[in-house]
């Protein structure tokens, strides 16, 4: 069990950056993939970034490939999303989540701990 929560967002205009970051605390952070996701209004949640426990592997949504970077810092419990060159289809909620193995997955279903998410909007 951990507990997560986002912080972050807000309203940028198009090409504009934001950085995310996830708070965790509880159970043995450091053993647990972690990843952001996001839902745009009648859409299906969807995989941006994940990492696994350790930070050295990664793997982005192409569309985000190039522009977002996912990082972690175990020693401090946090997970971060650097957004640059904004776009206004980037405009979701933004959830962090993490599950119980130390590889990651792409899928929602494969992580069992969500934050409560954080708006970002993008202006064109």
């Known amino acids: 069990q951990v507990q997560l929560v986002e912080s972050g967002g807000g309203v940028v205009q198009a090409g504009g950056s934001l950085r995310l970051s996830c708070a965790a605390s509880?159970?043995?952070?450091?053993?647990?993939?972690m990843g952001w996701f996001r839902q745009a209004p009648g859409k299906e949640r969807e995989f941006v970034a994940v990492?696994?426990?350790?930070?050295?592997?990664?793997r982005y949504r192409n569309s985000v490939e190039g522009r977002f970077t996912i990082s972690r810092d175990n020693a401090k419990n946090m997970m971060y999303l650097q957004m640059n060159s904004l776009k206004p289809e980037d405009t979701a909620v933004y959830y962090c989540?993490?599950?119980?193995?130390?590889?990651?997955?792409?899928?929602?279903?494969?992580?069992?701990?969500w934050g409560p998410g954080t708006q970002v909007t993008v202006s064109s």
């Open positions: 509880g159970d043995n952070f450091f053993e647990r993939a």
């Open positions: 990492i696994s426990s350790s930070g050295t592997l990664t």
């Open positions: 989540a993490a599950r119980s193995k130390g590889y990651y997955a792409l899928t929602p279903r494969d992580y069992g701990d």
